[in-house]
T-cell receptor, first 114, second 115 residues
Framework: DAKTTQPTSMDCAEGRAANLPCNHS???????VYWYRQIHSQGPQYIIH???NNETNEMASLIITEDRKSSTLILPHATLRDTAVYYC???????????????FGQGTILTVHP | DAGVTQSPTHLIKTRGQQVTLRCSPK?????VSWYQQALGQGPQFIFQ???????QRGNFPDRFSGHQFPNYSSELNVNALLLGDSALYLC??????????????FGPGTRLLVL
């Protein structure tokens, strides 16, 4: 079973920041938070991941709370092409039930509108 | 740098038939995972191959089997196809660096329709 909770859907205006929340209150110490997105009928696209520090790359920023029980993916300037299903996943890099396999939930449908 | 490739892109089979799907991992990757995505659902983990052996398996029946070749490419075989096997089949590759597993990157998928 997925160990994350995300809102079913969100809207964002083009050019504004999109902030996608994720709850992972049962995360264990060796589990990372991963974000993927999937545009209709394509394979999931890796966005970013982190353990406990905030992370930023060319696509997005990941903010993880100090207790690691929740996180937020930030798309700083959303475009129409960012419309997709966004999945938040916890993944272990070293043993445990989430070791090596991505367990997808329903994700958040983000719609970016003009 | 070639990403993950899968073939064929689309496939139509009838119930009871067998199907083989193929995956070539991203250059430099040695681990291949397979996922099934039914319409409207998130991908579900089928199994993972590393060093030509099945290392992990999800909750799928034995009709689903796989293989990994010395060049790290992989095949997914499904026997005795059922209507419920209609789905997008996704392959993901990664590099296993000992205790630290690297990010999985997905291919475009194979759309299987069972009639």
């Amino acid at each position: 079973d997925a160990k994350t909770t995300q809102p079913t859907s969100m809207d964002c205006a083009e050019g504004r920041a999109a902030n996608l929340p994720c709850n992972h209150s049962t995360i264990s110490g060796n589990e990372y938070v991963y974000w993927y997105r999937q545009i209709h009928s394509q394979g999931p696209q890796y966005i970013i991941h982190g353990l406990k520090n905030n992370e930023t790359n060319e696509m997005a920023s990941l903010i993880i709370t100090e207790d690691r029980k929740s996180s937020t993916l930030i798309l700083p300037h959303a475009t129409l092409r960012d419309t997709a299903v966004y999945y938040c996943i916890v993944l272990s890099h070293a043993g445990g039930t989430s070791y090596g396999k991505l367990t997808f939930g329903q994700g958040t449908i983000l719609t970016v509108h003009p | 740098d070639a990403g993950v490739t899968q073939s064929p892109t689309h496939l139509i089979k009838t119930r009871g038939q067998q199907v083989t799907l193929r995956c070539s991992p991203k250059s430099g990757h040695d681990t291949v995972s397979w996922y099934q995505q039914a319409l409207g659902q998130g991908p579900q983990f089928i199994f993972q191959y590393y060093e030509e052996e099945e290392r992990q398996r999800g909750n799928f029946p034995d009709r689903f089997s796989g293989h990994q070749f010395p060049n790290y490419s992989s095949e997914l075989n499904v026997n005795a196809l059922l209507l419920g096997d209609s789905a997008l089949y996704l392959c993901a590759s990664s590099l296993d660096t000992g205790s630290l597993k690297e990010t999985q990157y997905f291919g475009p998928g194979t759309r299987l329709l069972v009639l």
